[in-house]
Every structure is written in C-alpha cells, then in structure tokens.
C-alpha cells in the first residue's frame, strides 16, 4: 500500500534546529534502505504557490500568498507500508522527533493512501 504524508504547519516557524535535520535524516536514511520510502522532500513557501480553481464554470488562478491560509504542508513523503496503521505509526515518529528536537513546534502529518491507475 502506497501513501503520501504532509507535514503541515505555520509558514512562520523558522528553520528546523540542526538536531531536528541530523535526527530526520537518519529515520530517512534507514526507511530508503529498507524499501518503506520511495520519495521525500521539501516543498517551498506559500508565496511562490499558484492555485487553480474550478467554481461557476470559471476558471480562476490566484498567486500565494494566501491569507486564510493558517497551515501550510512544509514537506511529503511517498511510502510503500503494509497497511495504513503502518503508515500512522510512521508519521506518528515524525511528530515525536519534532517534539524532541525542536520544542514548542506545532503542526500535523496528513496522511492519505495513494491509488494507481495501472
């Protein structure tokens, strides 16, 4: 089973403590090495984001930043788990790194399995 995670949370949080990326990057390392993550990575600022939206029969284009935006995905990743409690547990360690390496950040993992259509 496929999934894709967001980490999601306030654009304004500021860089990740050294700790953080030495602690993230070895639980990325070790899932790349046993086949359980196929792609991760970062994602830029809402303000160099475009939205397209369909409503009313018109088509609309509205450049970041948004202001109702109060969460914003920072970074993903595509796994390859045997069930979805699996790919819980997994974001569920994201979450604790975050609150041992970098105290008093707050945010979420969206996590949301992906179809194939081969």
Avoid: C, N
Avoid at 2 to 30: C, H, S, W
Avoid at 67 to 81: F, L, P, Q, R, S
Avoid at 82 to 88: I, K, N
């Amino acid at each position: 089973m496929r999934y894709i995670t967001f980490v999601k949370m306030t654009e304004d949080v500021g860089d990740p403590p050294p700790a953080l990326v030495e602690a993230m990057g070895k639980e990325m390392q070790a899932a790349f090495a046993d086949g359980s993550m196929i792609e991760a990575g970062g994602l830029s600022g809402m303000r160099d984001s475009t939205e397209i939206r369909l409503a009313d029969a018109t088509i609309t284009q509205t450049d970041g930043p948004y202001a109702e935006g109060k969460e914003v995905a920072g970074g993903y990743a595509i796994t390859e788990v045997r069930s979805h409690e699996e790919a819980v547990e997994g974001a569920r360690r994201v979450l604790e790194l975050h609150l041992e390496h970098w105290p008093g950040w707050e945010g979420s993992v969206e996590i949301r399995q992906m179809f194939s259509s081969q």
